[in-house]
């Protein structure tokens, strides 16, 4: 059965950290790239980071660089998005994504979860 699921989430201060994981199973996850959007009502979903299938390769949205740091752990087929210096306009639903290496009609999605920065 394929799935991604996350956790991690929840409500959290201005400048504190939160750290969501995402675990896969069901395909081969070392050859997916993993990217997180996240998405505020009203708006199209954004792409925050992204990491290559080895992980050797990332990039990020401007607005998250230095803050935000996306890994993963191939052997554990889970992968993270760690969340420092977080602001209220972080608050947003957010969801992990595999698309395939080889086949880009091949993707997944996690259930999402939501991140709430406020005081």
């Known amino acids: 059965q394929v799935q991604l699921v996350q956790t991690g989430g929840g409500l959290v201060q201005p400048g504190g950290s939160l750290r969501l994981s995402c675990a896969a199973g069901?395909?081969?996850?070392?050859?997916?790239?993993i990217n997180w959007y996240r998405q505020t009502p009203g708006k199209e979903r954004e792409l925050v980071a992204t990491t290559s299938p080895g992980g050797d390769i990332t990039n990020y949205e401007d607005s998250v660089k230095v803050r935000f740091t996306i890994s993963r752990d191939n052997a554990k087929n889970t992968a993270y998005l760690q969340m420092n210096s977080l602001k209220p306009e972080d608050t947003a639903v957010y969801y992990c994504?595999?698309?395939?290496?080889?086949?880009?009609?091949?993707?997944?999605w996690g259930q999402g979860t939501q991140v709430t920065v406020s005081s």
């Open positions: 994504n595999a698309i395939s290496s080889d086949d880009v009609t091949s993707q997944y």
């Open positions: 069901g395909f081969t996850f070392r050859n997916y790239v």
